[in-house]
């Protein structure tokens, strides 16, 4: 009988001490949480902006964010993340966001309704493409049971995905609307666990474990103190570059090499940018434009298979679309358009070290192929590689 292992629905940052990697199936050793690294600690450090206290999407005062990690038996490894662009009721007091797509092979369930109307009215849920309606019906249910929306008829839920499929039976269906919701409900301000966790459980980047990822920039005062936050799920692939040193060419493994095993740039990657600054929706979406110029840096090739999303959205409660505001002609603060390139700047470099997060973060996983019963083992990046990778490169750079 397989066994079901969900890693409960604990505040972000507390699920990582519910087991260690070796603890739970699927994962080996030795590679495990105490033996992983964020970018920084590496000397990995994008840009020129200062990360916030927490360098996640949670240092955007009010965004939180839930996790559900599903693991069962030796087949099963996906689960949920949930962000939430604020603590109060997100149908009534939405907020403006934007959307740039740079390969839409992929399922962004609310797309449409979402650049029709620039903002977004739920949590956005992350998790597996066979799990986008569950996670669409979670966040409905959550949606209509709020106080307030007893009159509500139409919500948009924002669900995005990335295929988990090579570490994953995704067609057992592992993730529920009960793991959805789980996550929406756990939602927290404070640190955000990475790696293999949530919707990043069973997800492949570069043909290394990929998983989830968060980083953030905050301007000097000068350029008006806001602060950008970024959360990814990583799944896609390309040449690995990190910091500019070719990481993926130097380790052996990237897109087009002959005869090499993982060397397929297909895949998916779900980018939300979070910001306090007042932006309007057509400034948000050339916010997300941007970390699509963070994901350029890492070495994705943006293939033809690969679903490459990112949403942007704006917690300032100037820009918040409320009843009242919805009702009647109202005056909205609005960013001027020559003040936003320092937020582009931020968008871009918190981008780039999330996905680093994601991938430095995740341990070594092993699952069975249902359809053959063959092991499949997905290695975690070796940090002491990368690290001579980056030493060699700087060496060379002076």
Same mark, same amino acid.
């Given at each position: 009988?397989?066994?079901?292992?969900?890693?409960?629905?604990?505040? *972000?940052?507390?699920?990582?001490?519910?087991?260690?990697?070796?603890?739970?199936?699927?994962?080996?050793?030795?590679?495990?949480?105490?033996? #992983?690294?964020?970018?920084?600690?590496?000397?990995?450090?994008? +840009?020129?902006?200062?990360?916030?206290?927490?360098?996640?999407?949670?240092?955007?005062?009010?965004?939180?964010?839930?996790?559900?990690?599903?693991?069962?038996?030796?087949?099963?490894?996906?689960?949920?993340?949930?962000?939430?662009?604020?603590?109060?009721?997100?149908?009534?007091?939405?907020?403006?966001?934007?959307?740039?797509?740079?390969?839409?092979?992929?399922?962004?369930?609310?797309?449409?309704?979402?650049?029709?109307?620039?903002?977004?009215?739920?949590?956005?849920?992350?998790?597996?493409?066979?799990?986008?309606?569950?996670? *669409?019906?979670?966040?409905?249910?959550?949606?209509?049971?709020?106080?307030?929306?007893? %009159?509500?008829?139409?919500?948009?839920?924002?669900?995005?995905?990335?295929?988990?499929? #090579?570490?994953? %039976?995704?067609?057992?269906?592992?993730?529920?609307?009960?793991?959805? #919701?789980?996550?929406?409900?756990?939602?927290?301000?404070?640190?955000?666990?990475?790696?293999?966790?949530?919707?990043?459980?069973?997800?492949?980047?570069?043909?290394?474990?990929?998983?989830?990822?968060?980083?953030?920039?905050?301007?000097?005062?000068?350029? +008006?103190?806001?602060?950008?936050?970024?959360?990814?799920?990583?799944?896609?692939?390309?040449?690995?570059?990190?910091?500019?040193?070719?990481?993926?060419?130097?380790?052996?493994?990237?897109?087009?090499?002959?005869?090499?095993? %993982?060397?397929?740039?297909?895949?998916?990657?779900?980018?939300?940018?979070?910001?306090?600054?007042?932006?309007?929706? #057509?400034?948000?979406? $050339?916010?997300?434009?941007?970390?699509?110029?963070?994901?350029? $840096?890492?070495?994705?090739?943006?293939?033809?298979?690969?679903?490459?999303?990112?949403?942007?959205?704006?917690?300032?409660?100037?820009?918040?679309?409320?009843?009242?505001?919805?009702?009647?002609?109202?005056? *909205?603060?609005?960013?001027?358009?020559?003040?936003?390139?320092?937020?582009?700047?931020?968008?871009?470099?918190?981008?780039?070290?999330?996905?680093?997060?994601?991938?430095?973060?995740?341990?070594?996983?092993?699952?069975?192929?249902?359809?053959? +019963?063959?092991?499949?083992?997905?290695?975690?990046?070796?940090?002491?590689?990368?690290?001579?990778?980056?030493?060699?490169?700087?060496?060379?750079?002076?």
């Amino acid at each position: 009988m397989l066994r079901r292992s969900v890693l409960k629905a604990l505040p *972000v940052g507390l699920a990582a001490t519910a087991a260690t990697a070796a603890e739970r199936p699927g994962e080996a050793k030795p590679m495990t949480e105490a033996t #992983r690294v964020r970018a920084r600690d590496i000397g990995l450090k994008p +840009g020129v902006l200062k990360p916030g206290a927490l360098n996640a999407i949670t240092d955007v005062t009010g965004v939180r964010v839930g996790q559900v990690t599903v693991v069962e038996g030796d087949r099963v490894r996906t689960g949920v993340t949930a962000v939430l662009p604020h603590g109060g009721n997100l149908f009534q007091d939405k907020v403006p966001a934007g959307l740039e797509v740079a390969n839409g092979f992929g399922k962004l369930a609310g797309a449409t309704q979402l650049v029709e109307l620039g903002e977004i009215e739920t949590p956005i849920v992350l998790t597996n493409t066979l799990a986008v309606a569950r996670g *669409v019906e979670a966040v409905i249910d959550w949606t209509l049971a709020q106080p307030g929306n007893g %009159d509500v008829r139409s919500v948009n839920a924002v669900v995005g995905e990335t295929n988990d499929g #090579r570490l994953n %039976d995704i067609r057992s269906r592992g993730v529920t609307v009960a793991h959805a #919701r789980a996550a929406i409900e756990a939602a927290r301000p404070g640190p955000v666990e990475e790696g293999c966790v949530g919707a990043g459980a069973g997800t492949v980047a570069f043909g290394w474990k990929g998983g989830v990822g968060t980083s953030s920039r905050v301007l000097p005062k000068k350029l +008006g103190g806001w602060t950008v936050g970024v959360l990814v799920q990583t799944n896609y692939g390309g040449v690995l570059s990190m910091g500019g040193a070719p990481v993926g060419r130097a380790l052996g493994r990237y897109h087009l090499k002959e005869y090499v095993e %993982d060397s397929s740039a297909d895949g998916s990657i779900m980018i939300v940018v979070a910001t306090d600054a007042p932006l309007s929706d #057509r400034n948000l979406t $050339r916010l997300a434009r941007r970390a699509i110029a963070g994901l350029a $840096r890492t070495g994705s090739t943006f293939s033809n298979g690969s679903g490459d999303y990112a949403i942007a959205f704006s917690t300032a409660e100037a820009v918040r679309r409320t009843p009242e505001r919805r009702r009647d002609v109202a005056s *909205v603060v609005d960013l001027p358009n020559d003040q936003t390139s320092p937020l582009f700047a931020a968008a871009i470099e918190a981008t780039e070290e999330a996905i680093y997060n994601s991938l430095l973060m995740a341990v070594t996983t092993r699952s069975v192929d249902p359809a053959t +019963g063959q092991p499949v083992v997905v290695e975690a990046l070796d940090v002491a590689a990368v690290r001579r990778v980056l030493d060699e490169h700087r060496n060379t750079a002076r």
